[in-house]
């Protein structure tokens, strides 16, 4: 799975995932009005804090670490004082979340509380907590718009618009049938993909069709990395260091 | 509260200050809170007025110095105070007499911080502080009462308010609402939200709590009293920012015998009670202090009634019984008080119905029956929920007709009822939290004393005290070493063999709870001996420290072992002739003879009632004043909340009028001959909220030479939320046995 996240002006790459974000407010506003209906006609657990059973996703399903995993918990552990076993609940839900395909099933969660030895509901509220974890099935590429005021300015619904008819889907369904898409809404998290626009982002679903990697980071050429278009206007030299203070004196 | 005064001073000022601002901005500030620098050192340059007199601690708080070098001072609003190191400067205020209002600090619980609603200004500290998390720090300047401090709280309720619903009207907890209460006094008058509230989906917790999350402040302190009270990690905050929660995630009910207490808990109307819902406001109701008889621990309660009719059962607090908390069997089973009663005397005709009759008639037919029978064939049994005085008055007038069997259910047949350390709590439930080593023999608290697991709980974390039980396999809300199921293991512990020997007499302070369920036991006698014996080796009973302790069931069984309700022979049951059972509904009458003619004086129709053949009816625990004394061996009173039900009267005056038409008159005529009486057989009953402790120990207790069963253990309460006749009537104790108890 991959998630995506574009920006009004930017989108980045986490771990191989690809988020699109916009219109946080509305979708927002939406759900907490009617959340029990929203729950149940979208199936979105993203957005309710309430487990509902499903096939694939159902406290009676086993769920276990991987051998491989299994090791790699065992790394984890130790980093932790043994009587707060508790705090690495966050690295082992991340290893759980990529072994089971981008989202964290409830036996996952259950799996977890077991390893770390606290009650299940403890492990819940981290999960609920944490925006990046999943709590259902979410497509190959997770494409997150975000909608904060910053890249709203910078046109994130014209971006979400577009990305939306290009994908031909609605905001917060998963399409899980014909295609690899998910796609949901969230707040900006930090490390995006900057400067899209509403071409670009049409080109980056593209190139996950295509298998390919879009470039991290801005997508204007012009950029690079956070630095402004067209090179550097301040700090051009070293810093100068503080006129009062006299080294020699100290 | 003291918040009166503080809410009328602060409505005073906002009233003036509206008046000069109120055209142009709704949320008002005077030029001194921009700069809370300038406000603070004004004061000290005028001349000082003289201070009003320091304030009593708020609640009768009490300062208690375990070491008096860490002592330390702070100013209250320019009051010095001592206080112990470590306290909060929350606590430091409450000491001071001043009450800061809060929302998530509670007393009994750990520190969230996160209402803000404590904030105050502390002196050199940039911020306001939240008090409630803030260690107080010697000669910390602390003030509550500054412009900046109101202005905090202001702000703090204005958020608190931004999504809380404004459905008042129609909410349960209008009127004892926190939220309420503190809006009034420290919130402004108006907010500046215009944007739609939010609204939470309502969570289903089972028959007790109703949900209404949306008015839920994200205190946390129901989350909080889960996992460290109630011991069932089920609650949990999830989400985050303007979508938290409380919730369950997973579809789960709370299934804890102390879930009603987050009722209580609860700062405003999120968590209410559901049986009362919609039922009644909290103003209409008349509060009366007493006793609940649920079970043997009694529980300080208040039953709130409008009427004839008691609408709810509340706790009161009572540090050394039940803190403040109570049990969902105590807080719930008041609509068992209105349902099946008996409310006229009956007798059974002889088609097999009952017959209303006076009672001028059905006390001459029981007489005249006690005249026709031989003394020897005379049996009285007293009921669980049976108090002192009634029970007194039974065992008068048997003795009086010349039998002398006569005793209160669940003590067994031959209760030792000479040695009182052998059935009381000698430890007390205060003291529990002083031991370090908990073995429970054939008693599982959970079920059969809830306050009393919930103290053990309290020290299992708060000491990582160690607990073994002993006893058939059951589910503890704390770390519980299952030793075994029988005698066996108490055999092995008491002879030194087992590996648990060595944590008892490693122990500081080790507790030995022996459940009452075992008086029923034939080899009860031995299975005493090898708990004294364990108690000897592990030298759990010394002149500082009473480690054995027998946990009893029900709120009679103290009150009638000291009164002496023994019967004279173990199988009188057999060739009875008379049965009058005063309340006894758990008696196994089968063997009761057909012929016998069976009284059923009583004030529920429950199981005893289908072989009566006369019944009388009394009243019940709420309506009747009355001596119980619980599990430690600590006398305490009912009143009367409600009047009786029909034609019913208090038991002891059926007894004594019955007396008079037998023709052997008891000489009591009112409840203070009674216990005039009562004192010269156990005087403790009348030293009222007194433990009188026992006065041997096992040094006086006789030699055993019965020989110990290799039955196992019992459990005693197979249904907590169903014990005895008024609970059997519930049916709020119906649907959580159907819903919460596991099959």
Redesign the interface.
Same mark, same amino acid.
Not at chain 2, 233 to 240: P, T
């Given at each position: 799975m991959s998630v995506l996240r574009i920006n009004g002006g930017q989108v980045g790459w986490t771990r191989g995932e690809t988020w699109v974000d916009s219109g946080f407010a509305k979708a927002?506003?939406k759900t907490?009005?009617r959340?029990?209906k929203w &729950?149940q006609s979208m199936g979105d657990e993203q957005i309710?804090?309430?487990?509902i059973?499903g096939p694939d996703n159902n406290?009676d399903l086993p769920w276990e670490f991987s051998e491989a995993n299994k090791a790699k918990v065992k790394g984890i552990l130790p980093h932790y004082p043994s009587n707060y076993k508790q705090s690495a609940v966050i690295p082992l839900l991340d290893l759980a979340q990529q072994q089971h395909g981008g989202w964290l099933p409830?036996s996952a969660m259950n799996a977890v509380a077991k390893v770390v030895g606290? &009650?299940?509901?403890?492990v819940?509220?981290v999960a609920?907590?944490?925006?990046m974890f999943n709590r259902s099935k979410v497509g190959k590429y997770h494409l997150l718009v975000c909608g904060t005021t910053p890249c709203m300015i910078c046109g994130s619904r014209e971006i979400e618009g577009a990305l939306l008819k290009h994908l031909g889907v609605e905001r917060n369904v998963a399409d899980y049938t014909n295609g690899s898409e998910g796609y949901t809404y969230n707040y900006y998290v930090g490390f995006c993909r900057e400067d899209v626009t509403t071409q670009r982002v049409v080109e980056i679903v593209e190139m996950l069709r295509k298998g390919e990697k879009p470039p991290v980071g801005t997508q204007n050429p012009k950029r690079i990395m956070s630095g402004p278009e067209g090179g550097n206007t301040t700090l051009l030299s070293d810093p100068k260091p503080p006129p009062c203070r006299d080294l020699d004196a100290c | 509260m003291g918040l009166g005064l503080l809410a009328s001073r602060t409505l005073k000022t906002s009233r003036v200050l509206s008046s000069q601002y109120s055209r142009f901005r709704p949320i008002v500030t005077k030029p001194g809170l921009q700069s809370p620098d300038a406000s603070a050192a004004a004061p000290a340059t005028q001349p000082e007025p003289t201070p009003p007199p320091p304030k009593k601690p708020v609640g009768g708080a009490r300062v208690h110095f375990t070491n008096p070098d860490d002592a330390l001072e702070v100013f209250v609003d320019g009051f010095p105070v001592k206080i112990p190191k470590g306290m909060t400067v929350l606590q430091a205020c409450e000491i001071a007499g001043v009450d800061i209002p809060r929302f998530c600090y509670h007393s009994r619980l750990s520190i969230a911080g996160n209402c803000r609603m404590c904030l105050v200004e502390v002196e050199k500290s940039p911020k306001p502080v939240a008090s409630c998390a803030m260690p107080a720090l010697p000669g910390m300047k602390i003030k509550t009462d500054t412009p900046l401090a109101k202005k905090a709280r202001e702000g703090v309720m204005e958020f608190l308010l931004m999504n809380h619903p404004l459905d008042c009207p129609i909410c349960d907890q209008g009127g004892e609402c926190d939220l309420q209460d503190q809006s009034m006094a420290f919130g402004s008058d108006r907010g500046r939200f215009t944007e739609?509230k939010?609204?939470?989906?309502d969570k289903n917790l089972g028959p007790l709590v109703k949900t209404v999350m949306t008015r839920c402040i994200q205190c946390t302190r129901c989350v909080r009293f889960a @996992?460290e009270v109630a011991g069932v990690?089920?609650?949990?905050?999830?989400?985050?920012g303007?979508?938290e929660?409380i919730? @369950?995630?997973?579809?789960k009910l709370m299934t804890s015998e102390l879930s009603g207490n987050v009722i209580d808990i609860c700062p405003v109307g999120a968590l209410t009670s559901k049986p009362f819902a919609f039922k009644a406001r909290n103003w209409e109701l008349k509060g009366t202090e007493t006793i609940d008889v649920t079970d043997a621990v009694g529980s300080n309660i208040r039953i709130d009634s409008r009427g004839p009719e008691v609408m709810r059962i509340l706790p009161r607090l009572n540090e050394d019984i039940n803190e403040e908390w109570i049990s969902d069997k105590t807080r719930f089973c008041y609509d068992g008080l209105k349902r099946q009663r008996l409310n006229d005397p009956m007798i059974r005709d002889a088609n097999g119905r009952f017959k209303a009759v006076s009672w001028r008639d059905a006390l001459a037919v029981v007489a005249e029956v006690t005249l026709q029978v031989k003394p020897e064939e005379i049996v009285g049994i007293a009921g669980k929920l049976s108090d002192a005085e009634s029970m007194m008055a039974l065992k008068d007038l048997l003795n009086n007709m010349g039998s002398n069997n006569v005793w209160c259910e669940g003590t067994g047949t031959s209760p030792n009822a000479d040695l009182r350390y052998r059935y009381l709590m000698n430890s007390s439930i205060a003291g529990l939290e002083k031991a370090d080593v908990f073995l429970l023999v054939g008693t599982q608290p959970r079920v059969e004393a809830a306050m009393v697991n919930a103290r053990i709980r309290k020290t299992v974390r708060a000491s990582n005290a160690k607990v073994a039980y002993i006893g058939p396999p059951t589910e503890f809300n704390y770390d519980c070493q299952h030793l075994g199921t029988g005698p066996q293991t108490l055999i092995e512990i008491a002879e030194g063999r087992h590996s648990f020997c060595s944590a008892i007499s490693n122990a500081k302070n080790p507790a030995i709870i022996v459940g009452a369920g075992l008086f029923e036991r034939d080899d009860k006698d031995a299975i005493f001996a090898a708990v004294e014996a364990i108690a000897k080796n592990g030298n759990v009973i010394r002149p500082d420290w009473n480690g054995f302790n027998v946990l009893l069931l029900n709120a009679a069984q103290a009150a009638a072992l000291d009164l002496g309700l023994v019967p004279e022979s173990s199988n009188s049951i057999e060739s009875t002739k008379f049965l009058y059972l005063m309340g006894a509904d758990d008696v196994n009458l089968d063997k009761v003879p057909a012929d016998a003619f069976v009284v059923y004086q009583g004030h529920h129709g429950d199981q005893s009632v289908y072989r009566a053949n006369v019944i009388l009816p009394s009243a019940a625990f709420s309506e009747k004043e009355g001596t119980y004394e619980n599990t430690e061996g600590c006398s305490q009173q009912t009143l009367p909340a409600v009047p009786t039900v029909g034609d019913a009267r208090d038991d002891w005056k059926i007894i004594r009028a019955l007396s008079e038409v037998a023709g052997i008159r008891l000489p009591y005529d009112t409840l203070g001959a009674i216990r005039s009486r009562m004192r010269t057989v156990a005087p403790n009953l009348l030293n009222r909220d007194e433990i009188e402790p026992a006065a041997f120990g096992p040094s006086l207790s006789p030699d055993c030479s019965q020989k110990i069963s290799s039955t196992p253990f019992k459990a005693a309460v197979e249904n907590f939320y169903m014990t005895d006749s008024i609970t059997r009537a519930s049916k709020i104790m119906a649907q959580c046995s159907a819903m919460l108890l596991k099959k």
């Open positions: 927002q506003s907490k009005l959340p029990n &729950a309710t804090l309430l487990h059973d406290p409830v606290v &009650a299940p509901i403890r819940y509220e609920t907590f944490y925006s | 739609m939010r609204s939470v989906v @996992t990690q089920d609650l949990g905050m999830l989400g985050r303007s979508g929660e919730g @369950t995630y997973v579809e």
